[in-house]
């Protein structure tokens, strides 16, 4: 057995065994197997001093702080939050067109715009030939149309106004009509001339404007159509420009007989009805 001033004796912390088989006498080396602390400044902090020669450690830092608001978007990809974040300023620009909107609406509701009426109020056909071998028609067509604005407070500008005859889905002729305005509950006559000069026609129109021609009191029914731009107006307020469509799909024109060059307008006044866009 070695004495304890053996140096390979064992450091275990614990007191070595003397050769009796007692305690040994405890030694610094034996009893104190860390380092001792460094001495403690004398000054009422619980840290150390800093030793001589070196620079004093810097204060600790106070944690930050965060407003509610924000400390929510903090933590919200860790959970969900029970504090909403706030909502985020209006733009200039959405507020202005939400206004626009809604003065709009408003004066809509106030001045409560009409579709305008339109009819055929007369119709003839002149040189009207048609050859059934070459599948070609010649005819010139004069038709009126009367134009009502029914609205009280607003009146009506029509542009790039067109007008068509067809027949059976096909169009026979069209034409272009000069721009006009109406004004509050003003009833307009439009004239309308359209020229087929040797157009070419499919079989169907062919067949059909024959057999109508040939039966009863040889009325052709045609249909006159027109499509024009329209714009409500009233003061220093208008409307968007919308696609009028305008059907008159009945218009019944007799020939005396088969072979007859001139037709007119049979029964009364034909209506038409409105596609409005």
């Known amino acids: 057995m070695g004495s304890t001033s053996d140096p390979k004796a064992p450091v275990t912390g614990y007191p070595a065994v003397g050769p009796n088989g007692g305690a040994a006498t405890a030694t610094a080396a034996v009893a104190y197997p860390y380092p001792a602390p460094l001495p403690q400044a004398a000054n009422s902090y619980s840290y150390y001093a800093p030793q001589p020669g070196h620079a004093a450690a810097p204060p600790v830092a106070p ?3 965060y407003p509610p608001a924000y400390a929510a978007a903090s933590t919200s990809a860790l959970g969900p939050s029970n504090t909403p974040l706030p909502p985020p300023p209006p733009r200039r620009g959405h507020r202005l067109l939400r206004r626009r909107r809604r003065a709009t609406l408003i004066l809509w509701l106030v001045l409560r715009p009409r579709l305008p009426q339109f009819s055929v109020s007369s ?3 002149s040189s ?3 050859s059934s ?3 070609q028609l010649s005819a010139d067509f004069d038709v009126t149309l009367t134009v009502r604005n029914p ?3 607003m009146g009506v500008q029509y542009d790039g106004v067109r007008a068509a005859v067809v027949y ?3 169009t026979i002729s069209e034409t272009s009509l000069p721009p006009f305005y109406q004004s509050k509950g003003n009833v307009t006559t439009v004239h309308a001339r359209l020229v087929a000069a040797g157009e070419y026609v499919g079989g169907d129109v062919t067949n059909g404007i024959n057999s109508d021609r040939s039966h009863g009191n040889g009325a052709v029914r ?3 159509r027109v499509l024009s731009w329209a714009v409500f107006n009233s003061g220093g307020w208008r409307t968007r420009r919308h696609v009028m469509r305008v059907y008159c799909e009945d218009v019944s024109i007799g020939f005396n007989n088969s072979t007859a060059s001139l037709g007119s307008l049979l029964g009364r006044r034909s209506s038409a009805r409105f596609i409005f866009e």
């Open 128 to 130: 009207f030939n048609l």
């Open 133 to 135: 071998s070459s599948q």
């Open 63 to 65: 944690p930050p702080y």
């Open 123 to 125: 119709a003839s056909v």
């Open 151 to 153: 609205n009280k407070k």
């Open 222 to 224: 045609f249909q006159f």
């Open 168 to 170: 059976g889905g096909e």
